[in-house]
């Protein structure tokens, strides 16, 4: 065989052994990868089962908590509605006893404010007939 033929048989064997070789160490990182990948996926699956665990306790938790909490609304309002209730009435009998009272209060205030008036007038009256009739008996002068 001439000298040319085996170097290029040569050549085509070590050609072949590196495309080997790089097949095999890709084919190693691949299962590095799909392995690495494994790992990761099983534990985002316990970590999924994990929390949907805590989600369904948390939704029995809620679907327990949620009739009492209605009760709770549910008395909250008829309170409120209680109170809107006596509010209600205190107004009216607010407004009544004003109405009662608020006549005779006017009525007694008028006549306090006539009382005064006419009391300070007849004083002034008899303060001045006095006067004036000291004034007349001591010939005039006025003290």
Do not use: W
Not at 22 to 42: G, H, K, S
Not at 57 to 75: D, H, K, N, W, Y
């Amino acid at each position: 065989m001439p000298v040319l033929i085996q170097t290029c048989i040569v050549v085509a064997t070590v050609a072949v052994v590196a495309i080997a070789f790089v097949v095999i160490r890709t084919m190693l990182r691949f299962d590095r990868a799909a392995t690495e990948l494994n790992r990761t996926l099983r534990v985002v699956r316990v970590k999924v089962e994990d929390t949907a665990d805590d989600i369904r306790g948390m939704v029995s938790a809620f679907e327990t908590i949620l009739p009492q909490m209605r009760r709770i609304v549910t008395r909250f309002e008829s309170v409120g509605e209680q109170i809107g209730s006596v509010g209600e009435r205190t107004a009216r009998i607010s407004h009544t006893v004003l109405d009662e009272i608020e006549a005779p209060v006017r009525t007694a205030a008028a006549l306090v404010h006539g009382i005064r008036s006419g009391s300070s007038r007849l004083l002034r009256a008899i303060r001045d007939r006095v006067v004036y009739r000291q004034a007349s008996s001591n010939g005039g002068i006025q003290s």
